[in-house]
């Protein structure tokens, strides 16, 4: 586990080095903006997951299985954001919706369910991690986190920002412009973070497994919807 996390540090850098410099539509992305954040979310993980299993033992603090969620979780957010697929999206329409798929569909449940940020905390300093381990517990944090995690509340948020940006104006906006592209992809994947964190570990947890698989089944319906609605549109003259 220990070399697939190294393995998936190492990877994303190569391949935007490789790209750096290269105008090409088929490079990989370099933009700082993008880069920087994916090399320090994978980059803390393994620095947290490697101290942890040293002090604690192999597998103790972070469980395999997540972190090969974390490490699948993340190889497929760099392959949306950073791969030619992204630069693909913006003059293909089926590469624009598998795009988003990656991020909604595969890489945000996987990134839930490998709980990251408790071996992220453990790559910083301890006064660091005390500190930021204080401010989780403020209770207007904690209330907000529980209201948008909601299961409820989560899906209605993730339906909404499926539905606003798929309207007519908003999605050219995003095609015409690389920072409203961006800000509909944080949503998409902020939304969706918090719809399969509601789902997964949210109060249908004790309100019975009935709920989560009502409000999958009711977000399934109406994306499939508006993916089917958006895809006759585009074949209009």
Known sequence: MRFMLASAFLW????????HGSGSSSAWASDPWIVLPLLAAIGLYA?????????????????????????????????????????????LFTAHMIEHEMLMVMAAPLLVLARPFGAMLWALPPAARRALGGVSQVRALRWTRSWATDPLVATVLHGAALWLWHMPGLYEAALASETVHWLQHFSFFATALLFWQGVIYGRTQTGGQAAGVFYLFLTALHSGFLGGSSTRRRRLP
């Open 47 to 91: 620095a947290g997951t490697t101290k942890l299993w040293s002090r604690a033992g192999p597998g103790r603090g972070v469980q395999p299985w997540r972190a090969l969620c974390f490490v699948l979780g993340w190889l497929l957010l760099a392959g949306a954001l950073a791969s030619p697929l992204h630069e693909l999206g913006k003059r």
């Open 12 to 19: 994303f850098p190569v391949s935007a080095a490789r790209a």
